[in-house]
Nanobody, 128 residues
């Protein structure tokens, strides 16, 4: 059974940084696309960043240049380093994945429906 477990959320002032982690358990696939989505109260879930097992990455325009997604294959985990945080980054952040793919298909971040596996989420709050 696939499990994704997020950690690293918290509260920070605008301009600060946080690092989120997502550890994956219960799968033996060597190919994957793993991503971070976020959802603020009253808003739709939106894709933030994605990384394929081949190392290719993609980002939402709103976070490009501020967020960096990375992977640690030895630990079956991905990370999201968030710099220059803004109050509008406040949201619940979710880790998501699909497997049997060496890279993320184009447009994966456009819809959460592309990802069948999800973590429980970790809250990020940025105060002004």
């Amino acid at each position: 059974q696939v499990q994704l477990v997020e950690s690293g959320g918290g509260s920070v002032q605008a301009g600060g940084s946080l690092r989120l982690s997502c550890a994956g358990y219960g799968y033996a696939y060597s190919g994957y696309c793993m991503a971070w989505f976020r959802q603020a109260p009253g808003k739709e879930r939106e894709g933030v960043a994605a990384i394929g097992s081949d190392g290719t990455t993609s980002y939402a325009d709103s976070v490009t240049g501020r967020f960096t997604i990375s992977q640690d294959n030895a630990k079956n985990s991905i990370h999201l380093k968030m710099n220059s945080l803004k109050p509008e980054d406040t949201a619940m952040y979710y880790c998501a994945a699909y497997f049997s793919a060496w890279r993320c298909y184009g447009g994966s971040l456009y819809s959460s429906a592309n990802f069948p596996y999800w973590g429980q989420g970790t809250q990020v709050t940025v105060s002004s």
